[in-house]
């Protein structure tokens, strides 16, 4: 069967691989398509440590179940699916809590081990979840992304009403916004690239700012009357940003990192912390979101469809992973046809 391998950066190729073979509390999927990540884009330019070369990519995907057991899921084959792909290993302190996104040997598919963006790949049963009829395939591969933005906002508990700042308007920062609407949250949105910040205004998102261009300071303090927003949710892990995080959150406030950072260390000013007893959460991955994002794409409380931006072939994928890195103005979510 058919996968998309990446030897090592840049060095992606569809290369011929063994089927998947039954396996006790397992299903074998016949993948359609997956999104692509930025994990994905970053693992391609070698700019992912925690990527383990060779493999296959990709974890954002839909398909049907070839073979599965009997199963107290209530799973069968012919059932339309997505796939959670993080891995814990059940045993360490986070997975003890239930937290297995953050487990200390964590597994995700199309990162420490090969992905789904292969023609048939075997999951546990435990991580595949049935789609109603109302979710089209395309929306599907945003089911994975949404629970990123749903994780998120759990963390930082967001209520009515609150001002949250999203650094990043890409698709994750995007998703977070969504998110934080369906919570009652205000979304403000801040990003160096004109044309990401159009696209939120497009989607819908009125409070919008090119942080480079202009002092994004007096402008919070203008939208939030002084107060500054309570919530931040980092997506984009520029060192300038983070180190400025403290000038644009108010007292008592809340930073939640997303964006994996672009240089190992910044510096944070922690004095300003303290002195605003700001609480500093990070959010990796998600855990147990999955049913939920199911349910606000079914029920259109987010828009799946406005997010993607280009529907690509495997043979397609190298030259379309490529682009992105040198345009990344030109897309949100790219789709690879598997099938």
């Not at 890409?170 to 990401?196: H, N, Q, S, W």
């Not at 002092?215 to 919530?231: A, H, I, Q, R």
Request: aromatic share 8%.
């Amino acid at each position: 069967m058919k996968a998309l391998y990446l030897e090592k950066k840049y060095d992606l190729y569809v290369k011929e691989v063994e089927e998947p073979k039954p396996r006790k509390k397992h299903g074998i999927v016949k993948v359609k398509m997956s999104g692509v990540c930025g994990t994905d884009v970053h693992s391609f330019s070698g700019n992912n440590a925690n990527t383990i070369y060779p493999l296959v990519i990709g974890h954002e995907a839909v398909g049907t179940i070839e073979q599965i057991e009997e199963n107290e899921k209530g799973l069968k084959a012919g059932d339309r699916v997505v796939m959670e792909p993080y891995m814990g290993c059940g045993e360490c302190f986070a997975c003890r809590r239930g937290r297995y996104n953050a487990c200390k040997n964590l597994q995700t598919y199309g990162v420490h081990r090969d992905g789904m963006m292969e023609e048939k790949v075997s999951i546990p049963v435990e991580k595949i979840y049935k789609l109603p009829d109302s979710i089209t395939d395309e929306q599907a591969c945003m089911i994975e992304p949404f629970t990123i933005g749903i994780h998120a906002v759990h963390r930082a508990e967001v209520e009515q009403g609150e001002v949250c700042l999203i650094i990043g308007a890409g698709a994750i920062g995007l998703i977070c916004g969504m998110i934080v609407k369906v919570y009652g949250g205000t979304p403000v949105f801040f990003d160096p690239v004109d044309e990401r910040l159009e696209k939120a205004k497009e989607m819908g998102f009125e409070h919008v700012y090119n942080n480079v261009k202009g002092n994004p300071v007096p402008y919070l303090e203008k939208l939030t009357g002084g107060d500054m927003p309570s919530v931040i949710f980092e997506c984009s892990g520029a060192k300038p940003v983070l180190e400025n995080l403290h000038q644009y959150i108010s007292q008592c406030g809340k930073i939640v990192l997303i964006g994996w950072p672009h240089v190992p260390f910044s510096e944070i000013d922690t004095g300003n912390i303290t002195r605003k007893e700001l609480t500093i959460l990070g959010s990796r991955n998600s855990s147990g979101c999955f049913e939920e994002s199911i349910d606000l794409v079914a029920h259109k409380k987010v828009n799946a469809d406005s997010f993607i931006s280009h529907i690509v072939t495997m043979e397609e994928a190298k030259e379309t992973l490529e682009d992105m890195l040198k345009n990344p103005g030109k897309y949100m979510k790219v789709i690879i046809k598997i099938q």
